[in-house]
């Protein structure tokens, strides 16, 4: 199966910070991406679909200007979280689809963020 | 909006026992829908995905149906063992939008030795 890549695997940061975390599609391109992110004993929620070459969707909610994301080429998505606090601390994961159609979701390994 | 529900939250059951986890969705206008599992700060791994024209898959000690009519899913796991021991979603892709996936709040399982 395809494999999508996410770094990294867990980071802990001071409050006012800024964390980037990466998703790679490392053997297919992927045009869209999507961020979850999962609080403690809850489910995936999404917070943001990425676009190769155009700016992403966010949902309702979720601060854009906090929440950068990035994608820049066919394979990698990157999601910047600005000025962070500690209620930012959560699970977050990327996904991606691979721009031939297939219709499984594939998920990177996710990244454990702790804000300090 | 689409809201998946799945039931029982957690489950105990002694290894070598049969299981079925169940998921429920409110929109039946869905393209797919997959079965993930997740083990404790980890990422997701795929199980099986349904297309919505299908009525089940299999994999090994697992089947997963689907009815989509009745907004219904079943993952039915033969023989439990411990190393089965983490926790269970499904999730739906709708028909329409940007393809994201809706999630189910999960069922966490537990194979006791």
């Known amino acids: 199966g395809a494999v999508v890549s996410q770094h990294p695997s867990r980071v802990i940061c001071k409050s006012g910070t800024s964390v980037k975390i990466e998703c790679r599609s490392l053997?297919?391109?992927?045009?869209?991406m999507f961020w979850y992110r999962q609080f403690p004993k809850q489910s995936l929620m999404l917070m943001a679909t990425?676009?190769?070459?155009?700016?992403?969707?966010?949902e309702q909610g979720v601060e854009k200007d906090k929440f950068l994301i990035n994608h820049a080429s066919l394979t990698l998505s990157t999601l910047t979280v600005t000025s962070a606090h500690p209620e930012d601390s959560s699970f977050y994961i990327c996904?991606?689809?691979?721009?031939?159609?297939?219709?499984?979701?594939?998920f990177g390994q996710g990244t454990r963020l702790t804000v300090v | 909006k689409q809201e998946v529900t799945q039931i029982p939250a957690a489950l105990s059951v002694p290894e070598g026992e049969n299981l079925v986890l169940n998921c429920s969705f409110t929109?039946?206008?869905?393209?797919?829908l997959q079965w993930f599992r997740q083990d404790p700060g980890k990422g997701l791994t795929s199980l099986l995905l349904?297309?919505?024209?299908?009525r089940e898959q299999t994999s090994g000690r697992l089947n997963a149906s689907l009815d989509k009519s009745s907004g219904r899913s079943t993952l039915y796991i033969a023989a439990s063992q411990p190393g089965d021991s983490a926790t269970y979603l499904c999730?739906?892709?709708?028909?329409?939008?940007?393809?994201?996936?809706?999630f189910g709040t999960g069922t966490r399982l537990t194979v006791i030795p």
């Open positions: 996904s991606a689809r691979d721009r031939q159609g297939i219709p499984e979701a594939f």
């Open positions: 053997d297919f391109q992927a045009t869209t």
């Open positions: 990425s676009n190769e070459g155009s700016k992403a969707t966010y």
């Open positions: 929109d039946s206008a869905i393209y797919n």
């Open positions: 349904i297309q919505s024209s299908q």
């Open positions: 999730a739906v892709r709708p028909q329409t939008g940007a393809n994201n996936l809706f």
